[in-house]
């Protein structure tokens, strides 16, 4: 069975301090990858995905980047954390078709000071 | 361009009420899929449902239902007799091809009250 793996569960960080978080797949191949951010109380925003390695669509210009090195494995970072980064991120994954559901990770939450 | 609306923001019911939240979607694509999706206090989403535009049937699974209806473009969640662990905000998404994200809603946090 498919398993997603994200880490750490939580973070505080400094403002200005470098950020790397990560997301794994397991028992899928050549999935869809996909980082969203959700503000406290708020909805969801796409940030980035990726229909393959090396391969990142941007939907929000800010100072965040992800990166895709591996098949199943997806990375967000960024070089300075701003205070407005804090919230509740979440990574997933799918695969074709088109009613195939997302799945999620159970999130990391971060703050930053 | 897809979108889902999800007018209700909050509701609160007390325990054993029914609860309908809405969705409303747009797309001009003739081949869709929406979902829901339940997002407990721990955070995590979890999948509830998905219906394909070529097939209206509604749903019933225990106390959730599903109301498809492509003439008004509504994908309704109904809770019957509604619980506490159902307190969670509730997210109605879209999607028109395979490799495209999920477009979700702003989401609907029910509240259910003891």
Known sequence: ?113 | AQKVTQAQTEISVVEKEDVTLDCVYETRDTTYYLFWYKQPPSGELVFLIRRNSFDEQNEISGRYSWNFQKSTSSFNFTITASQVVDSAVYFCALRTSGNTPLVFGKGTRLSVIA
Not at chain 1, 30 to 45: C, D, F, I, K, S
Not at chain 1, 78 to 107: E, I
């Open chain 1, 1 to 113: 069975s498919q398993t997603i793996h994200q880490w750490p569960a939580t973070l505080v960080q400094p403002v200005g301090s470098p950020l790397s978080l990560e997301c794994t797949v397991e028992g899928t191949s050549n999935p869809n990858l996909y980082w969203y951010r959700q503000a406290a109380g708020r909805g969801l925003q796409l940030l980035f995905y990726s229909v393959g390695i090396g391969q990142i669509s941007s939907e929000v210009p800010q100072n965040l980047s992800a990166s895709r090195p591996q098949d199943r494995q997806f990375i967000l970072s960024s070089k300075k954390l701003l205070l407005s980064d804090s919230g509740f991120y979440l990574c997933a994954w799918s695969v074709p078709p088109g009613w195939q559901p997302q799945h999620f990770g159970d999130g990391t939450r971060l703050s930053i000071l």
